[in-house]
């Protein structure tokens, strides 16, 4: 009987420091820094387990994969699989979760204090000389905002978004947690959405990418946040309108934002933050909020850890 077969379509996403740990049984293990979508079908013919991180797996391909019995996601987020086609198909999905709860927070944190005192407004004063010319001991060309006592409003209360709170709380922030958009009755705990944007300093994102939540911040959500107010998305990139936003920015609707995520990842010009990127008040990261190296190795643990209990028919974080 041949050894089950374990492939890896995108080992590149994970940094070659972080140490994936071995799996305790025997069996053929094949790795690829990457895999196009024309290579998906040919590299797991006969695979029984596949892990991905972006790597899309559709009806398509899926059906040409008779011996595939499970899905190891490196991720949290499953939109790159057809968990229906899978459930279909008796095909195992099993995602990774509450790994990062230490790094995005952190992240959050540190757009928030870069927009909230202009870090990247007065560094680019310096480099185009402005402050040097000027012969100014103190040079005060943006705003300086304090983050104790101002508000948070979370948007997402899973993980993230409660290990956010903690961290706000911490500097001595007042936190709110948005009710879901439309919502008829707010649950206790919770505060109406438009009420959480109008009354928020900063405004944080830590929820899905589905049909109800994409664009979930437009036009007018952002025109009815205040003027002085900041929006930092961690979450996905769809959830925000992006012309919308760079449209509020340059007209002052909002004064700052915080993305490390876009609709289109990898993002190019094309993209409208992208394009606008030197704006002073929008601060970018390539999705890397969760990357901390403690966090990456909680993934890959727990990747490994979801193959091993799918193999031993213990429970693993099921998506299908």
């Known amino acids: 009987m041949s050894l089950p077969k374990v492939v890896f379509l995108d080992r590149a996403t994970i940094p070659l420091q972080i140490e994936l ?144 709170a903690a961290l706000a709380k911490a500097l001595g922030m007042q936190v709110v947690f948005a009710e879901r958009k439309g919502a008829e009755q707010c649950r206790e705990g919770y505060v109406p959405f438009e009420q959480v944007l109008a009354s928020s300093d900063v405004v944080t994102l830590h929820c899905p990418l589905n049909e109800q939540t994409r664009h979930l911040i437009g036009r007018q959500e952002l025109c009815s946040m205040k003027p002085s107010s900041i929006i930092i998305n961690t979450g996905r990139g769809g959830l925000v309108d992006e012309e919308a936003l760079i449209d509020a920015l340059k007209d002052g609707v909002i004064r700052g934002a915080g993305f490390d995520v876009f609709t289109d990842e990898p993002a190019d010009e094309s993209n409208s933050l992208i394009a606008n990127m030197h704006l002073p008040n929008l601060l970018l990261t390539p999705h890397i909020a969760w990357g901390s190296d403690s966090s990456i190795q909680n993934l890959a643990n727990i990747l490994i850890d979801n193959i091993v209990a799918f193999v031993e028919g213990r429970e693993q974080n099921r998506v299908a």
């Open 21 to 164: 740990p071995q799996l305790p049984f025997d069996h053929q293990w094949l790795e690829y820094d990457l895999t196009s979508s024309d290579q998906i079908v040919e590299r797991l013919q006969d695979a029984q387990i596949v892990i991905t991180n972006k790597v899309v797996l559709d009806r398509d391909v899926l059906s040409q994969l008779p011996k595939l019995k499970m899905i190891a996601i490196a991720a949290t987020g499953f939109n790159n699989v057809d968990v229906q086609c899978c459930k279909d198909l008796g095909i195992a999905v099993a995602n990774v979760q509450g790994y990062a709860t230490q790094s995005v927070p952190e992240h959050v944190i540190a757009m928030m204090f870069a927009l909230k005192r202009n870090l990247k407004g007065y560094h680019n004063d310096i480099a185009a000389g402005e402050w040097q010319r000027n012969k100014q001991f103190c040079f005060f060309t943006h705003p300086i905002s304090d983050t104790a006592g101002s508000t948070l409003g979370v948007i997402g209360s899973g993980a993230l978004g409660q290990a956010t």
